[in-house]
Nanobody, 128 residues
């Protein structure tokens, strides 16, 4: 059974930093892209934040976080990270990690519908 467990969320002042982690287990994750999404308010759609390929060579970011957030991964630990710097009040959200099968050396970004496993989320609150 696939399990994705996020951690590292919390309350931080605007301008501060947090590092989210997502540990994956339950199957091999070779060839899987891993991504971060967020939902900023109940009833709002979950939006893409960042993703990277299995090799880590290709990374993708939403325009709203470019230059502030960095995604990375440790395949030996089946873990993906999201370093968030320069946090703003509008970054307040529940952050979810997800996986999408793309193949080892397929660097193309997945479509949203290709993400097939999701974590339960971790709350990030940025006070202004």
């Amino acid at each position: 059974q696939v399990q994705l467990v996020e951690s590292g969320g919390g309350l931080v002042q605007a301008g501060g930093s947090l590092r989210l982690s997502c540990a994956a287990s339950g199957r091999t994750f070779t060839g899987y892209h891993m991504g971060w999404f967020r939902r900023q308010a109940p009833g709002k759609e979950r939006e893409f934040v960042a993703a990277n390929s299995w090799t880590g060579v290709s990374t993708y970011y939403a325009d709203s976080v470019k230059g502030r957030f960095t995604i990375s991964r440790d395949n030996a630990r089946n873990t993906v990270y999201l370093q968030m710097n320069g946090l703003k009040a509008e970054d307040t959200a529940i952050y979810y990690c997800a996986t999408a099968l793309r193949g080892r050396y397929d660097e193309r970004p997945p479509m949203a519908g290709e993400y097939d496993a999701w974590g339960q989320g971790t709350q990030v609150t940025v006070s202004s």
